[in-house]
Structure formats: structure tokens, C-alpha cells
């Protein structure tokens, strides 16, 4: 797997390089099986019901609405390997879905420049996170709880009622409902991913993760590092905004909300661990979509609509005790 | 004086002996509601009259009740997100199970709390026994709650879903006792419990043991798991608990019932300087600051305060209540 490999592979005798790339990457690709496994059944049950293959639309809108939340849910998982949290996401996204349903108008410069204002925004809504919890000292999962409620009120003021309007050309950049561009955003976010686990930050990010005190003993700047990782979760769940009100069209003051909590289940399932320094962004990415197909297999499966959270709850039940119960294994058969 | 007798009163003298931090915490956080109340004194007529300071207490009683659940599992640096959706269920059981008959109440109030207690015992023996990580399996069992709430009631629309608490459950808040509402006197008697529970029992003890060292307190012979498993009830319990209150105050049960009082029981225990890392802090301040926040929410709302305005002032108030109080040690 690609994130896999680099970590602390040089105290490991060569040999066992593998071993260590499996038990690195086995909750990544357990979260990619489940992904496959769930797409497979997604399709059996649509063509059971009504008689055709899903086809380009339907997979194109499950990339669509996947996009935000797998944005979202990149961000939370740097943020949670480094053994923090951040639920100020739900309002970040709530408040950058209102500013681009409001602002944002045709025109070239009105979308780029509004664009960019938004993204700004959340790279230093986020900032403000990571000093509040790096230089105050504060716990995390309190700060991010105290903004979450600033944002939702922001969002509330910009825009008190669903409406405002997105331009064609912005939805149809970000979120065609015909051709699966959104499909390039994931690409380029592994593509990051990939990159930025090889930068420095990425390295540390992980350091801390696994023992903060050792990676500020070794010179690691804990600090300005934990400031970098809100911001880019607080940036990515700008992006997340847009792409939402991209694809719905117009904005939602509080449609960002349940962001905190799949954002949350989207990088659990992903396998990447609460307690820091385990894991990978791409699992998170899987999580977002194994979310979304989800809940079209459960819609083609003719579950009641009423009890969706009861199996999405189930499911994440499951998924996370199977992950551990596999990681258990392979640690034991590689130890 | 034997022996065991000392103990006792060497107990009760220890309580009131030395101003530590975490007792000034909790007179911080009444001196918060007083402060408040004065305020809201000043710029209303009559906000802090008696039958306002009546009101906002009674609603200050659900944040508080479900803040007791928050505060067991809390101390021990877990956290329950299930809250919301085990109250609403234990709500609407105990009217369906009731049907409004007044002596059907004792076993409509046995089967809600039965149903927060086994809620805990699940959440508690997966976090405990399984290592699920606290956040993801409350987070995932207020899914699994809302849904079969959902689901069982087919959306509140099944033929007993209309029904009302009972009359005698009702009656609680419509009462008084030596000219104290009910319903005060009752939240007043689980604050003092959950307070003796706390600070007077071997099992308060081994609550703040495990919240500060899970490992030293296993290796001095705490059942760190048991521990556990049990503050996950409890915190079950208190959600039906005040699941049936609201059912008892508004009559009929609705849906998306307990939404604020996950993060208002959260900020409850905050502001009565509840540590979020486990081992310190009493439920007499989240008690506390289940008053002071209620109070502002009001205080807010009397000042016709816009519905954004007022989560943002409370954000900026967690915040700056985390300022003055919640930072950690300067790490080594």
C-alpha cells in the first residue's frame, strides 16, 4: 500500500520489510475491501431492482456526494493522528457552504476570488484551533466543540435560511451531475496525500502522533506542526463547503453539521487509530465513500429509511471490531 | 471514639479543610450562576424573581441530570455521545409502555432506566473488553438508537405513540413540597447522592483512581474494567433518567428530544471545571454550570439575542471559561 511502507521500516531487518508495510497498510486495505465489497453488492441490488447495471449518472452522483464529506474526512484524519480531534469542521463547512451560496456569482473573478476568500477562511478558522489547543494549551475535543458553536452561529448570520445560488459553471466545474470530474479532486487528494506523507510535516505529524514527547525531544516543532494540521483539516473542510454547495446548489446554513460525526465515522472506518500515529488519509477517503455507498445499498435493499442510522451505527460497530480483531492477527503471525 | 468512628468524621472534616483548586472551581462556577442572575436582575425586572429562578432551575435539571451521566464517564477521561437518542428512546418508552395509566408508572419508569442501563452495559463492555475507542462507540450507538427509535415507532406514528406520561409522573412538576417544587427537590437528592457516591464510597474513590492512572490503579487491585462498564450505565441511566423527566414536564415525547443536551452536558461539566482528561473535578460544579449556562441561554433570550448570536456567545463563553481555568500543565 502506498502510505504504508516508510514508517519505522528501518528498525526492522529487511526481510520483514513486508511484514511491516502489511501491518502499516492492512487497515487501509480492509477499508478498500469493504469499499469493493459494498460496491459490488450496491450494484447486484440495483440491477435487482431495476434490471440494469448502474451506470455512469448513478456513479457519478455517488461521487458527488461523497466529495465533501471524503474532503472533510481527510482533514479529520491528519488532525486525528496526531491524537487530536476536530469537531469545528460541521461549522466550518456550514460557513463557507453559506458564503459560496451568497457570494459566489458568474463570472470568473467573482468564483476564483470568492474561492480562494473561503478557503483562507478555513485554513485560518483552523489555525485558530490549532493555536488555541498548541499555545493555550487547551484539549482539543472542548475547543473545537466552543468554535464548532461560534461557526454555527456565523453561518446562521450569513445566511439565516436555506437559499442563494451557486453558478452553472461553478457546479458544473466541481461537481458535474453528468461526468464524474469529481473523480480528478480524489485523485489529486491521494496524489497530495502521497506527497505530503514524504514532506517533512507529514513525517511529524505522524511523530507526534506516536509519542509527543519524544518528537519534541528529538526537535520536532510539536507546536507550529499541531497549528498546521487544524489548518489544513479547517482548509479541507472549506473545500468540503464548496463542493457541497456545489453539488446541492445553493446553500444550507446547517446542512454542515452532520459533517462532525461522518467526517468522525468516515476516518474510523478508514482504520486510522484514535490513538494517534496509525493510519492513513486514503483510508479515510475509502470511509467517506464506503458511507455513501452505504446508504444506497440500504436504500436498494428496501431498509425502511427509518432505521438507516440504526445500520450505519451497526456497521461502524462492526467495522471497527473487525479492524481491530485483524490487526491483532497479523501483529501476532509477524511478532 | 473507636477507631472506625474517626474514620467518619476524619472524612467529613477533610471535606471542609483546604481551598484546593478543584473546590475553588465549583465555588467559581455557583459564583458564575450568581453573577449571572444579578446581571439579568439588573437589566430585567424580575429575572431573578422566584418563579424565574423556579424556571430556569427546572430547566437547568435536565442539563443536570444528563450532566451526572456525562461526569461518571468524563472522570474516567471517557466520553458518551449516546446520550442523546438513549433519552429520547427511554422517553418514548415510557409513555408507549405506559399508555398514560397512572398504575402503569412504576414499571414504564423501570423499563426506560432498564433501557439506559442496558444501552451502558453495551457501550461500556465494548470500550472496556474490546478497546472500541469511547467516541466511536457512543457515537455509533446514538445511530444505532436513533434508528431503532425511528424504526419501533415508525416515526412516532404508531397507535400508542400519542400517549402521555401519567398523570402522577406529570404531576411532579406541577407540585411543591414546604414550598420547593418537586422536580427541584428530586434533582437536589441526585445531586446529593451522586456527591456521596463521589466523594464517600470506595467506588468514587476508585472512579478518580482509574481517571488519573488506569494502569496504577489495575496494579493496586482496582477492576479497572468493572469500573468502567458500570460509569457507562450509570451515564445510560441518567439519559433515560432525564428522558422521563422531559416526558414528565412536556407530557408527550417528540422526536430529536435530547439533540441539545449532548453538547450542553459536555459544556456543563466543563464550566464546573470537569477535567475532559478524567481524574479531576465534581459533580457539584457540573451541577453548577448546568445553572450558569441555562442562566445565560435565558439571560440571552431575554435580551432578543438572534438564534446565531447566541451560539456564539456560547462558544466564546466555553472558550473563555477553558482560558481561565482549563489549560494544561506546561509539559516538561
Given at each position: 500500500m502506498s502510505a504504508s511502507g516508510a514508517v519505522g521500516g528501518w528498525e526492522q531487518p529487511p526481510t520483514k520489510r513486508w511484514k511491516q508495510s502489511l501491518v502499516q497498510g492492512s487497515p487501509v486495505l480492509l477499508a478498500l475491501l469493504i469499499l469493493v465489497t459494498l460496491m459490488v453488492l450496491y450494484i447486484v441490488l440495483f440491477d435487482a431492482q431495476l434490471g440494469r447495471l448502474p451506470g455512469l449518472f448513478e456513479w457519478t452522483s455517488v461521487v458527488n456526494t461523497g466529495l465533501p464529506t471524503a474532503l472533510v474526512a481527510v482533514g479529520q484524519s491528519i488532525v486525528v493522528l496526531t491524537r487530536g480531534i476536530d469537531l469545528s469542521v460541521g461549522g466550518i463547512v456550514d460557513v463557507s457552504n453559506a458564503f459560496a451560496a451568497t457570494h459566489i456569482h458568474a463570472g470568473a473573478g467573482s468564483m476564483l476570488g470568492w474561492t480562494l476568500v473561503i478557503l483562507l477562511y478555513g485554513a485560518g478558522a483552523g489555525a485558530i484551533n490549532g493555536a488555541l489547543i498548541?499555545?493555550?494549551?487547551?484539549?482539543p475535543i472542548l475547543v473545537t466543540l466552543a468554535t464548532l458553536s461560534i461557526w454555527q452561529g456565523v453561518a446562521l448570520e450569513v445566511l439565516p435560511q436555506p437559499g442563494g445560488t451557486i453558478p452553472t459553471t461553478y457546479t458544473n466545474l466541481l461537481a458535474n451531475p453528468n461526468r464524474p470530474w469529481g473523480l480528478v479532486a480524489i485523485g489529486a487528494v491521494a496524489l497530495l496525500w502521497f506527497v505530503f506523507r514524504r514532506t517533512s510535516l507529514g513525517v511529524n505529524v505522524y511523530a507526534i502522533g506516536n509519542d509527543e514527547y519524544a518528537a519534541r525531544a528529538h526537535g520536532i516543532p510539536v507546536r507550529r506542526v499541531k497549528v498546521a494540521t487544524y489548518a489544513l483539516s479547517g482548509l479541507l473542510a472549506a473545500a468540503g463547503g464548496l463542493f457541497l454547495a456545489a453539488s446541492t446548489t445553493g446553500g444550507d446554513p446547517t446542512e454542515g453539521n452532520t459533517f462532525v460525526l461522518t467526517s468522525i465515522a468516515a476516518v474510523v472506518l478508514g482504520g486510522?487509530?484514535?490513538?494517534?500515529?496509525?493510519?492513513?488519509a486514503l483510508g479515510a477517503l475509502a470511509g467517506a465513500f464506503i458511507l455513501t455507498i452505504l446508504v444506497n445499498v440500504l436504500f436498494f435493499a428496501n431498509v425502511?429509511?427509518?432505521y438507516q442510522p440504526f445500520f450505519q451505527g451497526l456497521f461502524l460497530v462492526i467495522a471497527v471490531l473487525l479492524g481491530s480483531l485483524l490487526g491483532r492477527i497479523i501483529r501476532r503471525s509477524s511478532a | 471514639m473507636t477507631r472506625f468512628g474517626s474514620t467518619a468524621s476524619e472524612r467529613f472534616a477533610r471535606l471542609g479543610d483546604g481551598i484546593t483548586p478543584d473546590r475553588l472551581r465549583i465555588v467559581a462556577a455557583f459564583g458564575a450562576a450568581i453573577l449571572i442572575f444579578g446581571v439579568g436582575a439588573f437589566l430585567h425586572h424580575?429575572?431573578?424573581?422566584v418563579a424565574s429562578i423556579e424556571a430556569i432551575l427546572t430547566v437547568a435539571s435536565f442539563v443536570g441530570l444528563v450532566a451526572a451521566g456525562q461526569t461518571f464517564v468524563i472522570l474516567v477521561g471517557g466520553i458518551d455521545l449516546s446520550m442523546p437518542w438513549v433519552l429520547n428512546a427511554a422517553a418514548v418508552l415510557l409513555a408507549t409502555s405506559s399508555l398514560g395509566h397512572n398504575d402503569r408508572a412504576i414499571p414504564a419508569i423501570l423499563l426506560a432506566l432498564g433501557l439506559g442501563l442496558t444501552v451502558g452495559l453495551v457501550n461500556g463492555v465494548a470500550i472496556a473488553?474490546?478497546?472500541?475507542?469511547a467516541v466511536v462507540m457512543t457515537l455509533a450507538m446514538n445511530g444505532i438508537m436513533e434508528g431503532l427509535t425511528l424504526g419501533v415507532s415508525k416515526g412516532l406514528t404508531c397507535a400508542s405513540c400519542g400517549s402521555y406520561a401519567p398523570l402522577a409522573i406529570q404531576n411532579v412538576y406541577h407540585t411543591k413540597v414546604v414550598g420547593i417544587p418537586t422536580d427541584l427537590l428530586l434533582w437536589l437528592g441526585v445531586t446529593l447522592l451522586v456527591g456521596f457516591v463521589l466523594s464517600m464510597t470506595t467506588f468514587g474513590r476508585k472512579i478518580y483512581a482509574t481517571g488519573n492512572n488506569p494502569l496504577a490503579s489495575y496494579l493496586s487491585g482496582v477492576r479497572v474494567r468493572g469500573v468502567t462498564v458500570a460509569l457507562y450505565m450509570l451515564s445510560g441511566m441518567f439519559a433515560a433518567l432525564a428522558g422521563i423527566a422531559l416526558v414528565a414536564y412536556g407530557g408527550q415525547p417528540s422526536l430529536g428530544l435530547g439533540d441539545p443536551y449532548l453538547f450542553q452536558s459536555i459544556a456543563a461539566a466543563v464550566i464546573g471545571g470537569?477535567?475532559?482528561?478524567?481524574?479531576r473535578g465534581h459533580y457539584f460544579g457540573a451541577a453548577a454550570g448546568a445553572i450558569t449556562l441555562v442562566a445565560l441561554i435565558t439571560l440571552l433570550e431575554a435580551e432578543n439575542m438572534p438564534e446565531y448570536g447566541r451560539s456564539i456567545v456560547y462558544g466564546v463563553t466555553i472558550l473563555a471559561i477553558l482560558l481561565l481555568f482549563g489549560r494544561k500543565e506546561k509539559a516538561a
Open positions: 498548541a499555545y493555550a494549551r487547551l484539549q486510522v487509530s484514535f490513538q494517534g500515529g496509525r493510519g492513513s425502511n429509511p427509518l | 424580575g429575572f431573578a424573581s473488553y474490546f478497546a472500541v475507542p470537569v477535567s475532559i482528561l478524567g481524574g
